[in-house]
Every structure is written in C-alpha cells, then in structure tokens.
C-alpha cells in the first residue's frame, strides 16, 4: 500500500502513473484463523483432492509447538498417504510472471514425494498443467520448493501442493504466490476501487455499487467453470447457484477487470 503522502503527492501533480513491484496474492503461514486438528476443506479458500477410488483426502492444520517452519506453531499436515493434493484458485494477467513456493517436510521416518504445480483451468471444471517442480523425497527438515511461470491468459488459474508417493505424512507451511511483474494501482484503479457487492454472503440477489460504469458481469466458480455472465446490472440472481464460494468479475467500458469473491448461501 502507499503512503499517504505519496499518494497526496501524486493526486497534486495530476500524474497518472503505475510503479512496478512485486504483489502478493497469497501469503499463508496458518498461524490465524485456523482451527486445531481441523480439516482445512473450503478454509480460506482452500480445495482438497483425493486420488483413486474409495479414497478419502485428510488434509488438517495442525498446531504443534515449535514445530512449524522457522520453529512457529502451526502448520499443515497431509496424513493419510500418496496422491493427494491442495489447491488455490486466482484469477491471473496475461504476460505477468508468477512465482509460487513452500516450505515443506516429512514427519517421521517413512518416505513420501511431494510437488508443487500451476494449472490453467478452462472454465468447465478441466485443467492444463503449466508447470511443476521435480517430485522429491521429502527431508525431516524444511525444505523450500519454488516454480515460476507467465500467465499466457487472463484467466483462473490453480496452484497445487501435491503429495504424489509414499505414505508419509507432509508437514507444509509457509505458502506464497506472488505476480513478480505485476504493477501496482493506478490513481484511475484507486477510484474504481470504490467497489462494493452485498449482501456477502447472500441468497437470491447481490448488488453492486460503484462509482465507476461496466459492460458485463461474470460470476465463476472456484474450479473456473463460468456460471454466469450478462451484461451489467446491478442486482445479480443468484438463487439458483449452489452454495459455496464464487469470483464475480466486473469488466469495464475500457478493459479493466475488478473481482470479488462472492460466498453463496
């Protein structure tokens, strides 16, 4: 975020300008908002993953002391064996590059693979991989995996931690996406910023409010499937999705996109 008095200094100036930095999409180190021994499913966003037949995902943060990364508390646990996996979704910009990285081990003595990939989500619940980290035998000590990439569309895209052999439990801590080249708001991104939905959670209808104009609507689902798309109005149905969390997208006059994330009851 700003300054203030960079911001008063601009604003004096007229000038209409975007500076080049590193943005956080997601920095997650589970020390708030998480439960003990709790499964993680739709916390914060998060997806969970079960690989084969009859087989059940047991993902939990967990809070251990000390025995999170860089001897912090908390931390994620993968305990019940191979081909599992967890995933966030973000809407990413075409030619920006993104960096995604954890810190991860194993607990005990028995061995298990871990890696980390990007996905392209096409919307109708598919996906593409884009890239992923070599898969590697899990040490007892925290270890960082790390991919890069650049979005080539402006669309959903998902990041995995995948547990893919072996049947020891992962301890993962310390998750964080970041756009390498992304630039910050613009003085014209700070108005339109003015952006509201509600209510959120809601039911039948969400409303918008904004000082700015746009050309359509479009609400998708966590897993990119595009649900609803109209052109703009300022009450959208929503009676007839199912519950759970969406991304509604407003896109203006003159390109510029604006998301929320929407909670369906």
């Known amino acids: 975020m700003k300054h203030l008095s960079t911001l008063l200094l601009i604003t004096c100036f007229s000038i209409n300008f975007q500076i080049y930095s590193q943005q956080t999409l997601l920095s997650e180190d589970f020390e708030s908002g998480y439960t003990n021994d709790a499964d993680i499913v739709g916390v914060n966003n998060w997806q969970v993953f079960a690989g084969g037949a ?3 995902a047991v993902v939990k943060t967990i809070n251990n002391a000390g025995e999170g990364y860089n001897s912090s508390d908390w931390y994620l ?4 064996g191979a081909f599992q996996a967890i995933q966030q979704v ?23 693979g871990l890696k980390i990939a990007a996905y392209l989500l096409d919307g109708n619940g598919g996906s593409n991989l884009i890239v992923e980290s070599p898969t590697q035998i ?3 000590a925290y270890n960082e995996k790390l991919v890069t990439f650049t979005a080539d569309a402006s ?3 998902g990041f995995r931690i995948i547990q893919n052999f072996g049947s020891a439990s ?24 003015n952006f509201t939905i509600y209510p959120n959670p809601a039911n039948n209808i969400v409303n918008i409010s ?24 300022q009450a959208i149905p929503v009676n007839s999705l199912k519950s759970g ?7 203006s006059n003159d390109g510029k996109i604006i998301t929320r994330k929407l909670i369906k009851e």
């Not at 809407?91 to 298990?112: H, V």
């Open 138 to 140: 899990v040490n007892s």
């Open 77 to 80: 646990e993968i305990s019940t």
């Open 245 to 251: 969390i969406y991304i509604l997208k407003a896109i």
């Open 210 to 233: 904004s000082d700015s104009s746009f050309e359509k609507i479009e609400v998708f689902s966590i897993t990119g499937k595009k649900v609803y798309g109209e052109k703009y109005i």
């Open 170 to 193: 992962m301890r993962i801590d310390n998750v964080e996406i970041t756009c390498t080249t992304c630039s910050t708001a613009s003085i014209s991104d700070i108005v339109d910023s």
């Open 155 to 157: 669309t959903n895209h």
């Open 54 to 56: 009859g087989k059940t």
């Open 90 to 112: 973000f809407e990413l910009i075409s030619g920006e590059t993104y960096e995604f990285k954890i810190q991860a081990k194993r607990a005990g003595t028995f061995n298990g």
